[in-house]
């Protein structure tokens, strides 16, 4: 019944942004907790950034922090990604998640989207 799926992904080159979203179905979308994952070949599916119920606290990644934004439009029942000062270490496929409590690991997450690709070319 809950359904995410993400889009936006693509190919761009270092430096450039792209934002990338989730359209969430089947749950009470301002209940849950959204997050952002990504994973690439031989690495684990390693956490992003987050956003809480309400918008109340956002959470990232080290290594994205100052460059993504994470926020929800719990109207549109959506949560967005925007990516800005693109790395080719960003590429990776993009996962969008659910949870009526969230963490850094993402068996602690119990929906899940299928997946958008990012590549970012040198």
């Known amino acids: 019944q809950v359904q995410l799926v993400e889009s936006g992904g693509g190919l761009v080159q270092a430096g450039d942004s792209l934002r990338l979203s989730c359209a969430a179905s089947g749950l009470t979308f301002s209940n849950y907790n959204m997050g952002w994952f990504r994973q690439t070949p031989g690495k684990e599916r390693e956490f992003v950034a987050t956003?809480?119920?309400?918008?109340?606290?956002?959470f990232y990644a080290d290594s994205v922090k100052g460059r993504f934004t994470i926020s929800r439009d719990d109207a549109g029942n959506t949560v967005y990604l925007q990516m800005s000062s693109l790395k080719p270490g960003d590429t990776a496929i993009y996962y969008c998640a659910a949870s009526m409590s969230w963490g850094t690991r993402s068996n602690w997450w119990p929906y899940w989207g299928q997946g958008t690709q990012v590549t970012v070319s040198s």
């Open positions: 956003i809480t119920r309400s918008a109340r606290d956002t």
